[in-house]
């Protein structure tokens, strides 16, 4: 499959195999503000150079993922207005890259694609029932239930990051409610969170090493960052019973320094006994997630009959 990934600021591709394998990934500068038009121009031609890259005739290929932010339907195909790409509205994209390549073509939700990606080749791979969480500049997420994708009524369901973990706390940019699980502890509520309480913090990762140094303020906001997202995933915890917890997205790459208060306080917290053992790990898949999971969910989508092992 191509994996085709569109990024706010990147797009990626990258052909994926059937065990995940990624062989020609390129990554090329969004330039979004040109439009529709010239960007899907663009982003195709990256697919092609990642097909020749690879090896890969367009003619051998099985088919095209995209992944992109939503608001999207992934049903009829079309791109109704990421809110990552101002000025992209009813942009079809299937049909766009289906006349591209000459292949069958599927979008999805970039997040959904990565919890398709981390259940199909990653962390999860295996299990039945995960829930992927992305915690990045905000929090997004995917469920798997029985070993499919859950999706919702319209396929806009799994919007993990706007569970409420405080219905009269911050305000939350993503959807204008309060005390969304993204308004503390995406990577952007992190610095502000450290910047309003005094501390020069331009990103999360500087809260995060402040905190290792031994900086009050840094350690406070630390604090509060893990016990909203382990207070977000024990209501998750308690609503599907996953096998698994999987953590991808920026914020997540500091690990332990994560996951390790989160997993503890979840598991004092959740109801028993489902969750005492729940297991929340790091993702596996790196920067490729983007174009892994767009090729996974075509995997899903176009061949459902090919599983992982056997081509
Ligand atoms: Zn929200």
């Known amino acids: 499959m ?13 052909v994926v195999s059937a065990d ?31 097909l ?15 992944g992109c932010g939503g608001p999207l ?12 790409l101002p000025g992209w509205e009813n942009v079809p994209v299937v049909a766009l890259a289906g006349d ?42 995917g469920v798997i239930l029985e070993g499919r994708l859950y999706r919702g009524s319209t396929g806009n369901g ?15 940019r993503g ?14 509520s992190i610095a502000e969170r450290a910047r309003e309480a005094g501390m020069d913090a331009g990103a999360a990762t500087d809260v995060a090493a402040a905190a290792r140094a031994g900086d009050p303020i840094a350690v406070q906001v630390w604090q509060e960052t893990c016990e909203a997202l382990a207070c977000g995933i024990t209501s998750l915890a308690n609503l599907f019973e996953p096998e698994l917890v999987v953590i991808g997205g920026g914020v997540s790459r500091v690990g332990e320094q994560l ?3 989160v997993r503890e306080l979840v598991r004092a917290q959740v109801i028993a006994p489902a969750g005492r053992e729940l297991g929340i790990v790091q993702a596996a898949l790196g920067d490729s997630v983007g174009v892994v999971g767009a090729a996974a969910v075509a995997f899903e989508r176009l061949a459902p009959g090919v599983t992982v092992g056997h081509s």
């Not at 020749?52 to 995209?66: C, K, Q, R, S, Y």
């Not at 799994?158 to 939350?172: M, N, Q, S, Y």
């Open 2 to 14: 191509l994996g085709l990934d569109i990024g706010g600021t990147k797009f990626a591709a990258g």
């Open 20 to 50: 995940g394998e990624v062989s020609g990934f390129v990554v090329a500068p969004a330039h979004a503000q040109r439009g529709p038009k010239d960007g899907l121009a663009r982003l195709f031609e990256l697919g092609r150079n990642a």
């Open 52 to 66: 020749g890259d690879a090896g890969l005739p367009a003619d051998e290929l099985a088919g095209i993922g995209i």
């Open 73 to 84: 339907d992934w049903e009829r195909g079309v791109l109704i207005a990421p809110l990552h």
């Open 100 to 141: 591209a390549f000459g292949r069958p073509a599927v979008v999805d939700n970039d997040a959904t694609a990565a919890a398709a990606a981390e259940h199909r080749f990653g962390a999860g791979r295996g299990t039945r029932n995960i829930v992927y969480l992305t915690v990045s500049t905000g929090v997004g997420g």
């Open 158 to 172: 799994g919007e993990l990051g706007h569970v409420t973990v405080d219905w009269h706390g911050r305000e939350c």
């Open 175 to 188: 959807c204008g409610r309060r005390g969304c699980l993204e308004a503390y502890a995406s990577g952007t």
């Open 259 to 261: 996951l390790a208060p």
